[in-house]
């Protein structure tokens, strides 16, 4: 199932259904390099690693939620689907529109 949504780049949200019953969400983007964004989420799935060792890290619970991101060509790109998050730009107006009143 595709669903096309409402932005500059036409980003689809991709359900696959797998042989498990269960259903993976994914968001595909065209027209950026997702190689960065995948090594970004590298290094925060190292430092949760670093965390965990860490006694003073472990005891306030620190970690960073990362998500999955799989480059599949140079302008391609699938990310694993969060829910419940909103668009940066969307906080922005928001917050703006509560201090202007």
């Known amino acids: 199932m595709i669903l096309i949504l409402n932005s500059i780049r036409k980003p689809k ?19 950026e390099d997702m190689r960065l ?3 970004i989420e590298q290094i925060f799935s190292v ?15 620190l970690r960073i939620n990362t998500f999955e991101v799989i480059p599949v060509s140079k302008k ?4 694993e689907w ?10 922005i107006e928001k917050e703006l529109e509560s201090k202007t009143g």
């Not at 829910?83 to 969307?90: C, D, I, R, S």
Request: hydrophobic residues 35%; aromatic residues 6%; contains cysteine.
């Open 13 to 31: 949200k991709l359900t696959i259904h797998g042989s498990n019953e269960k259903s993976y969400h994914f968001l595909v983007k065209g027209g």
């Open 37 to 39: 964004d995948q090594r």
């Open 47 to 61: 430092m949760n690693t670093i965390f965990i060792k860490d006694k003073n890290c472990l005891e306030r619970e």
């Open 76 to 79: 391609l790109g699938m990310v």
């Open 82 to 91: 969060v829910n419940h998050t909103v668009p940066l730009k969307q906080l």
